[in-house]
Every structure is written in structure tokens, then in C-alpha cells.
């Protein structure tokens, strides 16, 4: 039984996270394109994502300590983190079924490494192309340069939100 639920729900959370990286990977498709109504799209399908995966984690939460008691009879400490807790409960179980369990974990959390991995790349050029737009408004904007504060003294970011530009040259 436990054997079941925690596969069932690693398996569950291990196609989400492969999902979430193909929609990663459209998000950023969509930005380097510009295509927003796209983008939008994905981010509400990675919200989506993001909200089963939250639900998986409760339901593997109460698995957990569902089965706390047993983990404890087995010697194991009541001060586990999720990693360890999920270790410890593997380790009670047959050969077999530690393997399994354990491959299927070390596969979600590559692919949850791949995912970070994504959104940090995402990130960086996200912030290359922003760093290089205020460079260049800065350059081609001088007067616009400096620190600007609201009333309540905190600063103001140079935004080019209302900037009106002659697209010929």
C-alpha cells in the first residue's frame, strides 16, 4: 500500500515536472519571439502546473505522516526533512521496491534540476536584454539618467513605459 501511493504520487509529480519543462521552454520561445498573448498563455498553464504540484506534495505530506509512526519504530528520527523522511521510509521497504522508488526519485529531481536550470537561463537573458535597454536609454536619454524618488522617498526605477520614440531615424 504505501509502496503504491508513494510511487503513484512520484510518478504523478515527475510527469508535471517534465510538463512544466516543455512549457519552460515555451515561455522562453514566447519571450525571445515576443509573442505575449503566448506567453500568457504558458504562464497560466504553468500556474496550473504549479498548483497540482502543490497538491501532490500535500497528499505525499500526509502519506508521510500517515506512516510516521512506523518510521519511528523503525529507529528513525522525528527530525527528518523531506528528503530524509522519504529515505527513511524507503528504507523499510523490500529491495525491489527501494529500488524503484528511488529511481523514480532521482529522476524527478533531475529533472526538477533541469527545470531550475531553464528558469535561470531564462532569467539571465531576461536581465541581459533589460541591462542593455537602460544602457542605451541612458546613453541616447541623458536627462532621463540619475535617481528618481517617489513622495515617500523610496527610489523610483527609470521606467520606459510612457516614452514615445520616432521609429524612423
Known sequence: MIYEKCRDILLQEFELIQNAVIVQENIRMAVIDRQWTVFEGNLSAMNSIENKLVNLEVEREQLFSVYKTLIHQQ????????KGRFHALVAILPENQRNDLTSIYRSLKIEAIKLKMANEALLVYINGVKSTLKEFFDLAFPERGGNIYTKSGTHFSNDMRSMVLNRSF
Open 75 to 82: 529507529g528513525f528520527s522525528d527530525n527528518l526533512d523531506d
